[in-house]
């Protein structure tokens, strides 16, 4: 695991070789708790049966009675069942405890499923949603911001005459620190010529309700991710650390939609009052027209003089990121494989326990002239239908699980998708369920060497 997850966070960090010794502490800690464990459930199971008389001990297990079921009042239900499906419901309550374990095995197993593939949507769609539905211009032009005010409107006006080019946003861009009660965050300080032009570039909104934000005089709006880091919500302040020292006291106006990086909005009079000088629009964001060669746009771009330092496109930052990003998706697969082994050794063990403690009872039903599939149907309806229940409740804990992993997993600089998506819980409960079919099938073949003459033998 240590190599896997070394190699995943080299995406973003320059980490050399890995070296992943043998932590004694942390394993003689694991290893004292498993024993514990192992060893309490086996001296309960023993205190058990020693709590038996011998003479009953040497007997072969009975079989627990059976009990009437709540189920058998509702009356035009129960009538409608027929006889296996009457004593798969009675099955179910007389041996509680082992669909109890079945269920919370199986739960376990979908929440670990439903945080694996929730994981692998919540970072892969980072790009989708970040240069789709928030930044939905198309290229970057970063300018010297050296240049005069008169020179960075110069090459505005000549980029805006650049072939393919539909539409045109001037901005000022900067880094800058932001401090909240708590904590202080580097962010980009985004500050757009014409605010009300924002939103054909930048599209700022609340992620939950989608409502539009609009820019004004009268405060800021930070992304989702900055206003969880300083703990801030509509309507407090934050502080923007001038680089002169000075303290720039803002009201936040809203929070936005964000997934890639900090940032701060401000119209250009809020940000003339706060840092006294007017803003030097050095970002230059582009909408370009349909059909247009990115790299002839670029290469025309960066013609237009030595005051044009970069061009970038946001369809390359995409895929970058995506790629980038891929390379998480083996932390992802061992989660999955760790739950689909966790439901197949649940799963087997449990079945085969409920085997060879009904293995009398099984062979008595092959008597009486049950098939081969009407005895292992007996045996694996109560599975399923626990297995079922197990499901359901593991969709459930899932999402609180996969929110807590991904909460976890977050660094400062990325929000991780928080919603889950309806493939997500499809393939956990369908993966489960094949497990479940797989045990299934595995039981058939054992089920069919129970030898009828074992119903035959003596009690004594």
Aim: charged letters at 20%.
């Amino acid at each position: 695991f240590p190599f896997v997850i070394i190699n995943a966070y080299r995406i973003i960090y320059e980490i050399p070789n890995p070296v992943a010794p043998v932590h004694w502490g942390l394993g003689i800690a694991c290893a004292v708790v498993a024993l514990l464990c192992m060893c309490l459930t086996t001296l309960a199971a023993c205190k058990k049966q020693t709590d038996e008389v011998p003479s009953q001990l040497m007997r072969p297990k009975a079989p627990k009675n059976g009990k009437r079921v709540l189920l058998e009042r509702v009356g035009f239900i129960w009538r409608r069942l027929n006889f296996s499906q009457k004593v798969t419901v009675r099955n179910l309550f007389r041996y509680k405890r082992r669909v109890l374990m079945t269920i919370v095995g199986i739960a376990g197993c979908t929440a670990l499923l439903l945080t694996g593939f929730g994981l692998r949507y919540a970072i892969s769609s980072i790009g989708d949603k970040q240069y789709e539905k928030v930044f939905v211009y198309d290229t970057m032009v970063s300018l010297d911001d050296k240049l005069s005010a008169s020179e960075l409107s110069s090459y505005a006006r000549d980029a805006a005459g650049v072939e393919g080019v539909a539409g045109i946003l001037p901005a000022a861009s900067r880094s800058i620190d932001v401090r909240g009660e708590n904590k202080i965050v580097s962010v980009t300080l985004m500050v757009p010529q014409e605010p009300e032009e924002l939103g054909a570039y930048i599209d700022l909104h609340e992620r939950a309700s989608g409502e539009a934000l609009s820019l004004s005089d009268s405060g800021v709006i930070i992304n989702e991710k900055l206003a969880r880091l300083l703990d801030a919500d509509e309507g407090d302040s934050i502080t923007l650390v001038n680089p002169s020292g000075r303290p720039v006291p803002v009201t936040v106006l809203g929070i936005s939609e964000n997934y890639a990086m900090n940032y701060v909005y401000m119209t250009p009079a809020l940000y003339r009052q706060e840092f006294r000088e007017a803003p030097l629009y050095s970002t230059l964001l582009l909408n370009q027209a349909e059909g247009v060669s990115e790299s002839a746009l670029s290469e025309d771009l960066l013609a237009l003089g030595d005051g044009v330092l970069a061009v970038t496109h946001t369809s390359g930052i995409e895929g970058t990121f995506d790629s980038m990003l891929g390379s998480l998706n083996a932390i992802v697969w061992v989660i999955i494989v760790s739950a689909g082994l966790l439901a197949f050794v649940v799963l087997y063990n449990l079945a085969n326990i409920n085997v060879n403690e009904r293995i009398r009872e099984l062979a008595t039903i092959k008597v009486l002239g049950f098939y081969d599939r009407e005895v292992t149907g007996y045996i694996t309806r109560e599975n399923n239908i626990s297995a079922f229940f197990g499901i359901v409740l593991g969709l459930f804990a899932g999402v609180w699980l996969e929110r807590f992993v991904i909460r976890t997993a977050e660094v400062d600089a990325v929000m991780f998708a928080p919603d889950i998506a309806w493939y997500c819980f499809v393939f956990a409960g369908l993966l489960t369920l094949l497990f479940t079919l797989a045990v299934d099938v595995v039981l058939h073949f054992q089920l069919k060497k129970i030898d009828m003459v074992e119903s035959l033998k003596s009690v004594e």
